[in-house]
T-cell receptor
Framework: SQTIHQWPATLVQPVGSPLSLECTVE??????LYWYRQAAGRGLQLLFY??????ISSEVPQNLSASRPQDRQFILSSKKLLLSDSGFYLC???????????????FGAGSRLTVL | QQPVQSPQAVILREGEDAVINCSSS?????VHWYRQKHGEAPVFLMI?????EQKGHDKISASFNEKKQQSSLYLTASQLSYSGTYFC????????????FGKGTKLSVKP
């Protein structure tokens, strides 16, 4: 069966410090991978998605970046965190169905980031 | 382009019914519904791919009115386990096919 791991679960970082969140998927190959951010009152905001190794698409301009060094590994990074980067970060994966609009997401447990 | 969910929050007693709406100003290609319990990850409930489609399992069902650009989630005879925040995720035609989520509807079911 497929599982998704995300870490760290919780972290508190000072403004201006770097960030690295990691996500790995097991039990599937060539998944689509996603990073979403959940901020209070704003729902789930898509940050990045990837359809393959080294292929990253950004949905919103920000000081965050993403990388996919391996097929089932997705990393969210920042060189200098801002206060506004605080939030709940969710990694998700889907199996490409070939049917437009039908990719069902499975989310990881999330990483709660507090920037002070 | 974020879909609009209503109501923002609803409080029910066990056994009562609720309807959560999701509407868009743009034509929708598909609608997904997810539920997130406090402190946990969102979990997929159902997907509606065709206008006029209705789906359901247990006592939770949904409809998709393509022409009205909206979807509704129906919770019948609510149980305590239904508590959580419900999100609709929409896919727009001509997009990359990724889900754009609404802000969520917080449902609280009381004994």
């Amino acid at each position: 069966s497929q599982t998704i791991h995300q870490w760290p679960a919780t972290l508190v970082q000072p403004v201006g410090s770097p960030l690295s969140l990691e996500c790995t998927v097991e039990g599937t190959s060539n998944p689509n991978l996603y990073w979403y951010r959940q901020a209070a009152g704003r729902g789930l905001q898509l940050l990045f998605y990837s359809v393959g190794i080294g292929q990253i698409s950004s949905e919103v301009p920000q000081n965050l970046s993403a990388s996919r060094p391996q097929d089932r590994q997705f990393i969210l990074s920042s060189k200098k965190l801002l206060l506004s980067d605080s939030g709940f970060y969710l990694c998700a994966w889907s199996v490409p169905t070939g049917l437009f609009g039908a990719n069902v997401l499975t989310f990881g447990a999330g990483s709660r980031l507090t920037v002070l | 382009q974020q879909p609009v969910q209503s109501p923002q929050a609803v409080i029910l007693r066990e056994g009562e019914d609720a309807v959560i709406n999701c509407s868009s100003s743009k034509a929708l290609y598909s609608v997904h519904w997810y539920r997130q319990k406090h402190g946990e990850a969102p979990v997929f409930l159902m997907i509606l791919l065709k206008g006029g489609e209705q789906k359901g399992h247990d006592k939770i069902s949904a409809s998709f009115n393509e022409k009205k650009q909206q979807s509704s989630l129906y919770l019948t005879a609510s149980q305590l386990s239904y508590s959580g925040t419900y999100f609709c995720g929409t896919v727009y035609g001509g997009s990359q096919g990724n889900l754009i989520f609404g802000k969520g509807t917080k449902l609280s079911v009381k004994p």
